[in-house]
């Protein structure tokens, strides 16, 4: 089997749907790889046209249809990866601005109404259906879609039937613990995430607050978006902002923050049912335990032995769990030894990317 993809950049995407698993594909011997980084001629890369199967992140441009096309022509086999629903973006997420098609009015803390979306002014609706009518084409073109879980995959499978969900992976070897010794009792509370978030994070900081007054050695670590305005009645001693790094380091960055406990509230939302459970892999591989929103997809992998789990995402369930897991000091390590198995035994892509091989397989190539 000979295989090209696309990294059109180093972002999370990029690297966990395409470079991680193939780069192991091309390391096992099991398929002949190329890369195509964006910006690359043509002619640096003559020998990936003999490829059977190119491999794409998610497009809608009219452009690249057309390549699909001249490629399929030639006979070659086109798989498009998706990590997220587009037809769901919700209206305080960025993407909205490129994905969403209704204007939006919305209705402030204090009672006030904004016009949080209008067209022509912060949004162009005409552009945007045409954008995801362009993503629909592009779905219902390609021989393949694969996504990262199977809800995921039963949300595309509107657009195309045959759908694959393979899962995101990590490497096990960059996931690793650090040997660092702290001279206090802090307790280093973690989030991490980004704008897309903001839904999620704005269940927090009542919760936060509760337990910050609750315990005075409880740090919040926060790595990448910063919600200002949403943090203003915490003690800001006790605060800790990490900006964004490169992919490449973001392992190793995270492991530096040294969390004891990691959060990862999400609303129960169509479009977050459809994301994986990749925060979780993260801090699971870590050996961080997780209080966590008892919704998909992070409901799948709950356990009793495995973390905390907080249903209706109730304020004083927040509170209790992270607490619980404050208090007890044993149940954290049991918790977050319990997750690490699972991460290794399913989610590890130095024994995961066979799966790779077999849903290409499934295109008789």
Sequence with gaps: MRITYFLADNGACGIYRLDNPLLEVKKSGLAKVWRIDKGDSIVKNIDCLEADIFVMPRMCGEDMQRNMKKLQ???KKLIIDHDDFLFDIQPLMRA??????????????NGDIMDLWQDG??????????RLNGVAKALKQADMVTVTTDILAEAYKKYNPNVVALPNCIDMDLWKQLPLKRENDEIRLYWGGGDSHYGDWMLMPNVLKAVMDKYENVKLIIQGTLFKASIKDLPQDRIEHHGWVNTHAY???TAILDPDIAIIPLEDTLFN???S???????SALGVPCVTSYVS???????????IFIENNDKDAWVDGISYMIDNVDTRKEFAGNAKKIVAEHFDIKTQYPRWIKAYEGLGV
Aim: proline share 6%; with cysteine; aromatic share 14%.
């Design 73 to 75: 022509n030639g006979g």
């Design 96 to 109: 909205y601005s490129e994905f969403g098609t209704k204007e939006v009015k919305y209705k402030m803390p």
């Design 121 to 130: 002014k912060n949004i162009n609706l005409q552009e945007n259906i045409e």
């Design 251 to 253: 392992p190793y960055k």
């Design 273 to 275: 049912r459809c994301k």
């Design 277 to 283: 459970n990749i925060k979780w892999v993260e801090m």
């Design 297 to 307: 997809p992070y409901k799948e992998y709950a356990a009793e032995n495995n973390g």
